[in-house]
């Protein structure tokens, strides 16, 4: 038999064989099964994940002469003219040739006559967003009105590409990239059937390499039989795609994970020498930092997560280095940096310097952190005191502010550090607060600016008098509600439940477009308004008592006691010397190494 390259040899025949497109398939198959077949489907997905091996089967199984059927027999002739691509009734034709427009014009010529030997005439047009507009008006009048015998069938990479006019009447579907175990499961059997000797870090390899395309997997597969013959290592692999092996990867998500700062840059240097491709590198950081992630959120890593057995363990063990937010962290300075490779004059340079941007971020504590593990001290730390009533607890730095259960209090800083003793090697912490967009969401009681916060509590009289300016009724009612959040793009207004048919009057309308233009006057930008009911009154009372007293929340970077609020603070406020006998406070001192540098009000 004639030698046949691998990715043709296994081409699937039936839907059942198609690999990782099964939301595909039996949808095909139930449309078949249950007479419902539209005029036109469009096949959207990145190459190589079985578009066309679709199509060719979905026409197999509307032309078999048993068919329609979900099984199409193989062994007529018409299953065997459109295996073999001979078939009348079939025509593929290549949007990305340049006789595309012909073969449309053609189409349209032909499309009435009825087919030979099938049921159908079915038309697979590949990447359909290649066609000329003259080639696609011509596709559109078919399409218009086709005759009941005919059925399109359009792959494409770019659907963004196809005319809006078209992609309305076809029936679409979008193919997955194929997960790796899947990919891996399928190789593996490639292999076996080959006779070829390849271990799973190899194999792990390949699926890495083609990035989710089974076409390009098995592509390889054939080009490293034919260099390495029935033996095949991994080195041979990474060699072929430029890659980085899974354990030097291992190795430097370690060192950035343990901050190992040198240790980075060293390995850097090396890959940089070796040759490998470094934007690559970052890609398949992220993947990694991904694969992290989902170790250290779900509880049952299965195969449906596109992990691979042999990646789990070493993941398993990172997990424990960290936690979710630094990894957020992490991928988001990739996920920068990826876009800035392109451009870069010097890869490596923005490599190191990301990585060493992520190893700070991996290392460092951020304010939730600190938080947690003062709200865990203060409960143990309570009872260590000796229960001393209403002494020195009451004038514990109130770090914490009054977080509610459960509420992940954060960056409201932005950065904020902690002074480190002086024997350290860096005098700072930063304490990067790099995580706030995932947290906007999560109910909190300031997410956003607390200094643009303070600023519109200062001013709110004014704020609701003008606002009364511009909108008559609105300026009373706002002088009961208070801004408890400012984020980007929006304000959070509280309303107290007592006055919740206040709310209604700024969910929409004139109202609500004053109160907006004042507050962007006063922040210098443009921000919605989002109303919800939050216990503000006891704030409001007290605020109104408060009045006459200054509000000092200056832009604080390094502040050591985070923001209080005005409630928790102490009227006899002790002098810094004090606090450092507070059995609390010196407890955390100690924890983060730190000193006090200010205290505030
Ligand atoms: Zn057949």
Same mark, same amino acid.
């Given at each position: 038999?004639?030698?046949?390259?691998?990715?043709?040899?296994?081409?699937?025949?039936?839907?059942?064989?198609?690999?990782?497109?099964?939301?595909?398939?039996?949808?095909?198959?139930?449309?078949?099964?249950?007479?419902?077949?539209?005029?036109?489907?469009?096949?959207?997905?990145?190459?190589?994940?079985?578009?066309?091996?679709?199509?060719?089967?979905?026409?197999?199984?509307?032309?078999?002469?048993?068919?329609?059927?979900?099984?199409?027999?193989?062994?007529?002739?018409?299953?065997?003219?459109?295996?073999?691509?001979?078939?009348?009734?079939?025509?593929?034709?290549?949007?990305?040739?340049?006789?595309?427009?012909?073969?449309?014009?053609?189409?349209?010529?032909?499309?009435?006559?009825?087919?030979?030997?099938?049921?159908?005439?079915?038309?697979?047009?590949?990447?359909?967003?290649?066609?000329?507009?003259?080639?696609?008006?011509?596709?559109?009048?078919?399409?218009?009105?086709?005759?009941?015998?005919?059925?399109?069938?359009?792959?494409?990479?770019?659907?963004?590409?196809?005319?809006?006019?078209?992609?309305?009447?076809?029936?679409?579907?979008?193919?997955?990239?194929?997960?790796?175990?899947?990919?891996?499961?399928?190789?593996?059997?490639?292999?076996?059937?080959?006779?070829?000797?390849?271990?799973?870090?190899?194999?792990?390899?390949?699926?890495?390499?083609?990035?989710?395309?089974?076409?390009?997997?098995?592509?390889?597969?054939?080009?490293?039989?034919?260099?390495?013959?029935?033996?095949?290592?991994?080195?041979?692999?990474?060699?072929?795609?430029?890659?980085?092996?899974?354990?030097?990867?291992?190795?430097?998500?370690?060192?950035?994970?343990?901050?190992?700062?040198?240790?980075?840059?060293?390995?850097?240097?090396?890959?940089?020498?070796?040759?490998?491709?470094?934007?690559?590198?970052?890609?398949?950081?992220?993947?990694?930092?991904?694969?992290?992630?989902?170790?250290?959120?779900?509880?049952?890593?299965?195969?449906?997560?596109?992990?691979?057995?042999?990646?789990?363990?070493?993941?398993?063990?990172?997990?424990?280095?960290?936690?979710?937010?630094?990894?957020?962290?992490?991928?988001?300075?990739?996920?920068?940096?990826?876009?800035?490779?392109?451009?870069?004059?010097?890869?490596?340079?923005?490599?190191?310097?990301?990585?060493?941007?992520?190893?700070?971020?991996?290392?460092?504590?951020?304010?939730?952190?600190?938080?947690?593990?003062?709200?865990?001290?203060?409960?143990?730390?309570?009872?260590? !005191? *000796?229960?001393? /009533?209403? $002494?020195?607890?009451?004038?514990?730095?109130? =770090?914490?502010? @009054?977080?509610?259960?459960? %509420?992940?209090?954060?960056?409201?800083?932005?950065?904020?550090?902690?002074?480190?003793?002086?024997?350290?090697?860096?005098?700072?912490?930063?304490?990067?607060?790099?995580?706030?967009?995932?947290?906007?969401?999560?109910?909190?009681?300031?997410?956003?600016?607390?200094?643009?916060?303070?600023?519109?509590?200062?001013?709110?009289?004014?704020?609701?008098?003008?606002?009364?300016?511009?909108?008559?009724?609105?300026?009373?009612?706002?002088?009961?509600?208070?801004?408890?959040?400012?984020?980007?793009?929006?304000?959070?207004?509280?309303?107290?439940?007592?006055?919740?048919?206040?709310?209604?009057?700024?969910?929409?309308?004139?109202?609500?477009?004053?109160?907006?233009?004042?507050? !962007? *006057?006063?922040? /210098?930008? $443009?921000?919605?308004?989002?109303?919800?009911? =939050?216990?503000? @009154?006891?704030?409001?009372? %007290?605020?109104?008592?408060?009045?006459?007293?200054?509000?000092?929340?200056?832009?604080?970077?390094?502040?050591?006691?985070?923001?209080?609020?005005?409630?928790?603070?102490?009227?006899?406020?002790?002098?810094?010397?004090?606090?450092?006998?507070?059995?609390?406070?010196?407890?955390?001192?100690?924890?983060?190494?730190?000193?006090?540098?200010?205290?505030?009000?």
């Amino acid at each position: 038999m004639a030698y046949q390259v691998l990715a043709r040899k296994w081409r699937p025949q039936q839907f059942d064989d198609v690999v990782g497109q099964a939301h595909v398939t039996e949808t095909l198959k139930n449309a078949l099964k249950n007479d419902r077949l539209a005029h036109a489907y469009l096949f959207v997905g990145p190459r190589g994940i079985g578009k066309t091996s679709i199509a060719r089967i979905f026409s197999k199984a509307l032309n078999c002469e048993k068919g329609p059927t979900t099984t199409p027999c193989d062994e007529c002739s018409s299953c065997g003219e459109i295996a073999a691509g001979t078939s009348l009734d079939v025509l593929e034709i290549d949007g990305a040739s340049n006789n595309g427009v012909d073969q449309v014009r053609d189409l349209r010529d032909t499309v009435k006559y009825a087919p030979t030997r099938g049921k159908f005439k079915i038309y697979i047009i590949d990447e359909v967003h290649m066609l000329s507009t003259a080639a696609f008006n011509a596709l559109l009048k078919t399409l218009e009105e086709p005759p009941p015998h005919v059925k399109f069938i359009f792959a494409t990479t770019e659907p963004e590409k196809i005319l809006p006019t078209i992609i309305s009447r076809c029936q679409r579907f979008d193919l997955r990239r194929i997960p790796v175990p899947q990919i891996v499961e399928r190789l593996e059997l490639v292999a076996k059937d080959e006779k070829v000797k390849i271990d799973d870090d190899a194999l792990l390899a390949v699926a890495r390499g083609s990035e989710g395309g089974l076409r390009d997997a098995e592509s390889a597969l054939d080009q490293l039989i034919s260099f390495k013959g029935k033996k095949i290592s991994e080195e041979d692999v990474l060699s072929v795609f430029g890659l980085v092996s899974r354990a030097l990867l291992e190795e430097l998500a370690e060192k950035i994970l343990t901050g190992d700062i040198e240790g980075i840059v060293m390995l850097i240097a090396r890959l940089d020498e070796s040759g490998k491709d470094l934007r690559r590198l970052v890609l398949e950081l992220m993947e990694y930092f991904r694969n992290l992630l989902i170790v250290l959120n779900v509880k049952e890593v299965s195969a449906g997560l596109d992990l691979a057995e042999a990646q789990v363990a070493a993941l398993t063990r990172q997990a424990e280095l960290t936690n979710t937010d630094r990894v957020l962290r992490l991928t988001r300075i990739l996920g920068e940096t990826v876009d800035g490779m392109r451009f870069a004059l010097s890869r490596r340079t923005l490599l190191e310097t990301a990585l060493i941007r992520c190893a700070r971020a991996a290392v460092v504590v951020s304010l939730e952190e600190i938080l947690a593990q003062i709200n865990e001290l203060r409960k143990s730390g309570g009872a260590a !005191a *000796g229960g001393s /009533g209403g $002494g020195p607890s009451s004038g514990t730095v109130k =770090a914490s502010r @009054r977080v509610p259960e459960k %509420e992940t209090a954060g960056e409201d800083q932005g950065e904020m550090a902690l002074e480190k003793s002086a024997e350290t090697v860096t005098p700072v912490v930063p304490i990067v607060a790099e995580s706030r967009a995932e947290f906007e969401t999560k109910p909190r009681k300031t997410a956003g600016n607390a200094d643009e916060l303070a600023k519109l509590l200062k001013e709110w009289r004014e704020i609701c008098h003008r606002v009364g300016k511009i909108a008559v009724m609105a300026g009373s009612p706002l002088l009961d509600a208070r801004p408890i959040d400012v984020l980007e793009d929006r304000v959070v207004l509280g309303f107290d439940p007592e006055f919740e048919e206040d709310l209604g009057k700024f969910k929409s309308g004139r109202n609500r477009k004053a109160l907006e233009h004042v507050l !962007a *006057g006063s922040l /210098g930008r $443009g921000v919605a308004v989002e109303c919800k009911l =939050a216990e503000i @009154r006891a704030e409001v009372a %007290e605020e109104q008592a408060v009045e006459a007293r200054e509000l000092d929340v200056s832009p604080s970077q390094d502040v050591a006691v985070a923001d209080q609020k005005r409630e928790d603070v102490s009227p006899a406020l002790k002098s810094m010397g004090e606090w450092l006998n507070v059995p609390e406070v010196e407890k955390v001192l100690e924890m983060f190494n730190g000193s006090i540098i200010d205290v505030r009000a």
